[in-house]
Each structure stands twice: as structure tokens, then as C-alpha cells.
């Protein structure tokens, strides 16, 4: 069965740096764009970054632009989240998710909190 598993969350201060990881199964990883949603206590679920299937294209949400670098390993069928100075609005649940057309799924979730 498909499986999106993240992992790498976790507390860290204002202006430090995570790297959340998400493994993928059962599906065929390099056919699908791949992204990092988030959704802070009360707001809405966000994009923070995507990654094109072939690794070739990316976008970034304007909050997160030249601090969070996503890339994908499609040998490993893996996608990271490169989150550094991070900020304490950056506190949210982090997730993983896989798109083809109508296609989508969507991982656990990892928790990242930016504290002090």
C-alpha cells in the first residue's frame, strides 16, 4: 500500500536548522511532484515547497523562499526539506505529499516547533 513517512521533526531555537525527510512506497515515486505542506495551531494548511517529478522545477511559498531548500532522490524514493534560520512562525506540523493528476496522498505528519 502506498506510505509517505516523515521524519526529522523536532524543537529547535530561532535561527537554527532541521532536516525533515520523507520516504515513499508503494507507488511509482518518480512519476510524482512531490511536496512539503504545513499547518500551524488554527491556520489553514500551506504550501511550503514543491518539487517537480524529474527534480527539474521547484516553488517555494514566499515565506519560506532562501531559508527551505526541498530535493528529491528518485533511486531512494526520497524527498528532504532543507529548513534553515528558522523562525518561530515556522512552528507547524509538516507534511509530505504526492501528486499525479488526480492522484494524491499525503503522509502522518512531523511535528516542527521553533522555540526558545
Known amino acids: 500500500q502506498v506510505q509517505l513517512v516523515e521524519s526529522g521533526g523536532g524543537l529547535v531555537q530561532p535561527g537554527g536548522s532541521l532536516r525533515l525527510s520523507c520516504a515513499a512506497s508503494?507507488?511509482?515515486?518518480?512519476?510524482?511532484?512531490m511536496s512539503w505542506y504545513r499547518q500551524a495551531p488554527g491556520k489553514e494548511r500551506e504550501l511550503a515547497a514543491r518539487?517537480?517529478?524529474?527534480?527539474?522545477?521547484?516553488i517555494y511559498a514566499d515565506s519560506v523562499k532562501g531559508r527551505f531548500t526541498i530535493s528529491r532522490d528518485n533511486a531512494k524514493n526520497t524527498v528532504s526539506l532543507q529548513m534553515n534560520s528558522l523562525k518561530p512562525e515556522d512552528t507547524a506540523v509538516y507534511y509530505c505529499?504526492?501528486?499525479?493528476?488526480?492522484?494524491?496522498?499525503w503522509g502522518q505528519g512531523t511535528q516542527v516547533t521553533v522555540s526558545s
Open positions: 505529499s504526492a501528486n499525479r493528476g488526480g492522484a494524491e496522498y
Open positions: 508503494g507507488f511509482t515515486f518518480r512519476w510524482y511532484a
Open positions: 518539487i517537480s517529478s524529474a527534480g527539474s522545477s521547484t
